[in-house]
């Protein structure tokens, strides 16, 4: 089955991204080294991750409740072993006998999904390229670029089918949330307010157009949580902003 092959890419993708949990160096290939990933995470971060998040938030919506449990389960996995370059056998063993029958399900929604993105992506890699190129130490350069350019297309569809559809540094920087998500009924959105005032939550489209206004009142100081029925949306991506006068946020809401 051509699927078999492909999932021990798996392990190649925990390896590759090894490098990023190791303790700094002095020598200066290090240091060059850690300057050209600060680069490429940075320009990752600001165009590729939101292209692919559209797109991984449409693979979530076809994913069954169970296979979204082991998938999270998975991506618990590779933030456990991420710095660990030699995962145990029993480890890699587990992971490839998870994988297989994702890949198997979902795989071919996931070469479609990034097939609609391929003009993003080939720019991507041209962009990656220059930067590769601009680097004062060419060999490094060199070198990191055609370590990127030999990955697999079976590499970057299990990276793609690991990815968390909400996006980690969403998550990461605020103390709301929004859950469960994806919803099919009710919603609970929790959040902190720092001191009493008028805050103001409401449902916004991916375009940012205002489709329900779900409170607007004084809050005291402390946690909240409000409970949102969804069943009238229809299924696609959604956000919830709340804004007070300690600022505003927004946190992603996928109706399934």
């Known amino acids: 089955m051509k699927w078999i092959k492909s999932i021990a890419v798996v392990m190649m993708l925990i390896s590759s991204l090894a490098v990023f949990a190791q303790p700094q160096k002095s020598d200066p290939e290090s240091r060059a080294r850690n300057y050209q990933n600060e680069e490429v995470r940075t320009y990752v971060r600001e165009n590729v991750i939101p292209v692919l998040l559209v797109q991984r938030q449409k693979l979530e919506l076809l994913i069954s409740d169970q296979d979204q449990e082991k998938i999270a389960e998975l991506r618990a996995w590779h933030h456990k072993h991420a710095g660990n370059t030699r995962p145990s056998p029993k ?7 998870e994988v297989r029958p994702l890949m198997e399900t979902y795989g071919e929604t996931i070469k479609q999904l990034l097939e609609e993105i391929n003009d993003q992506r080939e720019t991507w890699r041209a962009d990656l390229r220059e930067l590769h190129q601009n680097r004062p130490d060419t060999a490094l350069s ?3 670029h055609d370590k990127a350019s030999r990955r697999s297309p079976e590499k970057e569809m299990v990276r ?23 919803a099919q009924s009710r919603v609970n959105i929790k959040f902190d307010q720092a001191q009493r005032g008028i805050v103001t939550v409401a449902l916004l489209d ?16 402390g946690n ?3 409970e949102y029925d969804v069943t009238p949306l229809s299924p696609g991506l959604y956000f919830i902003q709340i804004m007070s006068d300690q600022g505003s946020e927004e946190f992603k809401l996928v109706r399934k």
């Open 91 to 97: 480890s890699r063993t587990n992971i490839r006998e």
């Open 142 to 144: 060199r070198r990191g």
């Open 160 to 182: 793609f089918l690991l990815m968390d559809p909400e996006g980690k540094a969403a998550k990461d920087s605020s103390s709301g949330a929004v859950f469960p998500n994806p």
């Open 206 to 221: 991916r375009t940012g157009s205002v489709q329900d206004l779900i409170a607007h009142e004084v809050m005291d100081r």
């Open 224 to 226: 909240h949580k409000i």
